[in-house]
C-alpha cells in the first residue's frame, strides 16, 4: 500500500508535487480543463496543510526548439490560478539556481508552477531518461514529493519515479482514487467482463490485449485494431489502417487460435476513400473494394457487439468505434455508447479519445468511472503495477 497524503506528515513542509496537466489545448485556449479540475482536491489539501507548493508537469512532447513555444504550461498556469481563486506563481525555468531562492522566499499556502518538465528533454531526453541528476535537483527544492499525475504513472520519468528515489513521498488524492476505483470496478469487479480496444497503433496495444484475453470474457475490437484482425482473417480491408508488422501479424494469428470464442470484429462498416471526399458509402465485410478505407462501424456490428454486453455485468471501453472526430463518422460511437447505457452494466472508460467522445457525445452520467488515464490506466488493469509509482514510500 503505498503512503497516501492523510499519513504523511505534511504541516508547513516544502512540497514539490506532480501534477499532469497535459490537457488538449488548441490556438492557446484548453479545450478541456478536467485534467487541471482533478489536481485541485490534492492542493486544496496542501494548501489547508500550511505547505509551500511547488508543481510540476509536462506537456505534449518537446523535440525542437519550437516545441517549447507551443508546449509552455501558461495556458495552464492562468486556467489553474482561475480554478483555485488565488494568486499563484509561474516560474519560466524548469531547473536555475535562481529557483532555489524563489522556492525559499515562497510562504506557506503559496503556488509555484514550473514550466514544463519536457523543457528538459531538450538538454539531452533527461526528464523522459529520468536523469538521476535532474531528479536529484527537482527532489532537493522539497521536504516531500507528492505523485498525482495518475494519467503519467505507467513511465519512469525524472518528475515522477526520479523524484520518489530521493525525498519522503506519498500519492495524491487522483492516484488513490484512481486505484481504488480500477481496482474495485474492473480488476474486483463483477463478471462477466467486456473490454472494448479501439484506436489506430495496434503496436502499442498488442501486449495489453493479450493481457486483457486471459482477463475478460469478450473483447470487442474496433479501430485500426479490429483492421488487423480481419486482415490476418484474408478479409479484404482495402486500404484500412492496418499493421503491415510480421511479427505483430503473427502474434494476432496466434491470438486469434487460441481466443477465437473472447475475439469480437466488425461485421458492417463505413467507408471512404482518399479519392473522392463525397464518397461515404455502407459495406458488408465482404464487399470492400481495393481503395476503400474503413472509417466507422456499422449497425449489424452494434447489435454483434450487444450480445456480448447483454451477458456481462461490467464493460471497460478505451477506444472508439470510428474516427469519431468527424462528424460524419461518428455514428457508430455514438450508437455504440447508446447501446451501453441501456445496458445494466457498471460502465468504466479510460484514454483520452474514448473519455472525450463519452463527454461530446452526452454520455458521462452513464459511466459508473471515467479515469483521467490512457496508457497508465491500461497498464493498471493488466498487471496493477504502475512503475512511475514503484519508487513512492510503502506505509
Ligand atoms: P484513447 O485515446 O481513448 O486511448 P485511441 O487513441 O486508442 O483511444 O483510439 C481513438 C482513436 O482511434 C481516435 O483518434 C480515432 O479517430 C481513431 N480511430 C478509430 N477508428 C479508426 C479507424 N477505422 N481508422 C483510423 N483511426 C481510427
Ligand atoms: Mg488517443
Known amino acids: 500500500m503505498y503512503k497516501t497524503l492523510k499519513n504523511t506528515d505534511l504541516k508547513d513542509k516544502k512540497v514539490v508535487l506532480r501534477c499532469d496537466f497535459n490537457v488538449p489545448i488548441k490556438d492557446g485556449i484548453i479545450l478541456d480543463d478536467s485534467k487541471i479540475r482533478e489536481s485541485l482536491e490534492t492542493i486544496n489539501y496542501l494548501i ?5 507548493i511547488v508543481i510540476l508537469s509536462h506537456f505534449g512532447k518537446v523535440k525542437t526548439k519550437e516545441d517549447k513555444v507551443i508546449n509552455s504550461l501558461e495556458p495552464v498556469y492562468i486556467r489553474l490560478k482561475e480554478l483555485l481563486k488565488r494568486d499563484i506563481y509561474f516560474s519560466h525555468e524548469t531547473r536555475a539556481v535562481n529557483l532555489y531562492l524563489q522556492v525559499d522566499a515562497l510562504l506557506p499556502k503559496d503556488i509555484l508552477l514550473l514550466e514544463n518538465t519536457r523543457f528538459e528533454d531538450l538538454n539531452g531526453n533527461l526528464e523522459s531518461g529520468c536523469d538521476p541528476q535532474l531528479s536529484m535537483y527537482w527532489a532537493s527544492l522539497c521536504d516531500v514529493f507528492v505523485m498525482d499525475a495518475f494519467a503519467s504513472a505507467h513511465r519512469k520519468h525524472a518528475s515522477t519515479y526520479g523524484i520518489s528515489k530521493y525525498v519522503p513521498s506519498c500519492i495524491g488524492f487522483l492516484v488513490e482514487k484512481e486505484l481504488n476505483s480500477l481496482k474495485k470496478y474492473i480488476i474486483e469487479g463483477a463478471k462477466p467482463l467486456t473490454v472494448v480496444m479501439g484506436g489506430a497503433k495496434i503496436e502499442d496495444k498488442i501486449e495489453l490485449i493479450e493481457s486483457f484475453l486471459n482477463k475478460c470474457d469478450y473483447l470487442l475490437l474496433t479501430g485500426g485494431i479490429a483492421n488487423t484482425f480481419l486482415k490476418v482473417l484474408n478479409i479484404n480491408i ?3 489502417l492496418a499493421s503491415k508488422n510480421p511479427t505483430i501479424l503473427e502474434k494476432v494469428k496466434e491470438l486469434l487460435l487460441n481466443y477465437r470464442e473472447k475475439i469480437m470484429l466488425p461485421l458492417d462498416v463505413i467507408v471512404a476513400t482518399t479519392y473522392d471526399k463525397s464518397y461515404i458509402k455502407y459495406k458488408h465485410l465482404n464487399e470492400l473494394d481495393s481503395d476503400d478505407i474503413i472509417v466507422d462501424c456499422g449497425n449489424k456490428t452494434i447489435e454483434k457487439y ?8 461490467t464493460v471497460f471501453v478505451n477506444g472508439t468505434m470510428g474516427i469519431y472526430e468527424d462528424e460524419r463518422f461518428s455514428n457508430g460511437t455514438k450508437e455504440f455508447l447508446r447501446m451501453l447505457k441501456e445496458s445494466e452494466c457498471t460502465l468504466v472508460a479510460g484514454g483520452g479519445d474514448s473519455v472525450s467522445a463519452i463527454n461530446i457525445f452526452g454520455y458521462a452520467d452513464s459511466f459508473t468511472y471515467l479515469s483521467s488515464g ?12 504502475l512503475p512511475g509509482l ?4 510503502e506505509e
Do not use: H
Open 306 to 313: 450487444k450480445t456480448a454486453v447483454l451477458n456481462s455485468k
Open 238 to 240: 482495402g486500404e484500412s
Open 390 to 393: 514503484s519508487g513512492i514510500d
Open 48 to 52: 489547508e496543510q500550511n505547505c509551500k
Open 374 to 385: 490512457g496508457g497508465a490506466t491500461l497498464k493498471f488493469l493488466t498487471d496493477e503495477n
